[in-house]
């Protein structure tokens, strides 16, 4: 169903009750999956295991950027052409990969970036929407020069092109504003793709953001 | 010293004005204190001589490490430099100096602490990536989809790149260190 160059690589950090689920459903719509154990605790790699699913296991929890990172060195080797970033905790639709991608098969751009406000189909919280997502854009922003529609959303598909440029250092959550500069310092082409997100919980709380300036923060000064 | 304070320590020599010493010297118990350190401030001297002496230390700390000891002499026996650098630099009194300069110097420090925690963190994420990919490639067999390489020839070269770019910036600092 999906192009055979597309490898979809998913971080997962002690997801054992979301994983299989997970798993299952996305195997409906391409078997070239790539799970990244963060240092889980749990059964998460088992799981993977269970079900033929490709697991790289990070010895210790090194954080979501390293994951993706790791992640896209093994699909790189693997000659992916196409790499989404999709989330484990089952929140994201496999369903929307397609349409993720088809910007980049277009040769339209180089990276797609979901968002949960370019519909309304996304029902999020307001207290999360004006205080922590509106600053979050701004400082995007600033630190970037990009202006979103959302700041943060994990779901993402880069060509190969743009995953060869991109090379994250942030090991945190910080590194979704790192893709951000990189796409500025590379210009690359990117896109904004409608998705939904179903919500469970609530996320990168007010102290996770901050947390997220002050290693931005530091790597600038470095 | 002491009496200058407003203790009261009872000393009792040094009640009388002082201890008769050799060359005719009174030693105050004010001089107690700076002798004390001064003989101390020698000492590292010596043993950070010493140190440079056996290689285990720079030129640079060396020359760094004696200028400090010396001006902590020179401020131990003439506390009235103190004051004097302050009126230098538009500063009311030596402690008010001593306390700026702190402030600045531990900001330093703690931005130079920041840095190599992150250097550290990005180390380490280094050193489990490659082992986690490592490990992925041993399994080969057990995935679901057979022709799996991880012959990656763009991270392999990629990596070329930056593993011969940082050992030529090891071994260039190596030497600069040496020097």
């Given at each position: 169903m999906i192009d055979n160059k597309v490898w979809v690589v998913i971080p997962a950090w002690n997801e054992e009750k979301n994983i299989g689920r997970v798993l299952g459903e996305l195997r409906k719509f391409t078997p070239n999956i790539l799970v990244v154990d963060?240092?889980?605790?749990?059964r998460t790699k088992e799981i993977c295991h269970e079900q033929g699913i490709i697991c790289i296991s990070h010895r210790i929890n090194r954080g979501q950027g390293a994951a993706l990172e790791t992640g896209k060195e093994a699909a790189l080797g693997l000659g992916a052409e196409i790499i989404v970033h999709f989330d484990s905790?089952?929140?994201?639709?496999?369903?929307?990969i397609e349409r993720m991608v088809a910007p980049i098969l277009r040769g339209e751009a180089d990276i797609t970036l979901g968002s949960r406000?370019?519909?309304?189909?996304t029902k999020i919280p307001w207290t999360k929407r004006y205080f922590i997502l509106f600053p979050a854009k701004i400082f995007n922003w600033i630190f970037t020069g990009i202006w979103l529609?959302?700041?943060?959303?994990?779901?993402r598909a880069l060509s190969r092109k743009a995953a060869l440029a991109i090379s994250l250092k942030?090991?945190?959550?910080?590194h979704a504003t790192e893709i951000l500069e990189q796409i500025y310092e590379h210009r690359l082409r990117y896109k904004e793709v409608p998705v939904e997100i179903v919500y469970h919980r609530y996320g990168q709380g007010f102290r996770g953001g901050l947390r997220i300036v002050k290693n931005l923060l530091i790597s600038r000064i470095k | 010293m002491l009496h200058e304070c407003g203790i009261?320590?009872?000393l009792a020599p040094f009640d009388k004005g002082g201890i008769e010493a050799p060359l005719g010297m009174t030693v105050t118990n004010a001089m107690l204190i700076q002798i004390i350190l001064v003989i101390f401030s020698l000492f590292v001297l010596a043993k950070v001589s010493l140190r440079f002496r056996e290689r285990k230390i720079s030129l640079k700390e060396f020359i760094f490490w004696i200028v400090f000891w010396l001006a902590v002499m020179l401020v131990v026996i003439l506390p009235e430099t103190t004051t004097l650098a302050a009126n230098l630099v538009g500063v009311g009194r030596g402690s008010d100096l001593a306390v700026y300069l702190s402030v600045v110097v531990l900001f330093y420090l703690v931005f130079r602490i920041f840095v190599k925690l992150d250097n550290i963190d990005a180390a380490i994420t280094k050193v489990v990536r490659k082992e986690a990919l490592e490990e992925v490639e041993k399994d080969?067999?057990?995935?679901?989809?057979?022709?799996?390489?991880?012959?990656?020839e763009a991270s392999k070269d990629r990596k070329a790149l930056e593993d011969r770019s940082a050992y030529t910036k090891a071994s260039e600092d190596r030497e600069k260190n040496r020097k």
């Open positions: 963060d240092g889980s605790r749990d905790d089952g929140q994201m639709k496999p369903e929307e406000f370019l519909d309304d189909r529609t959302d700041a943060h959303c994990g779901f942030q090991d945190g959550m910080a | 009261g320590f009872p080969k067999s057990s995935f679901a989809s057979s022709s799996v390489s991880f012959a990656a």
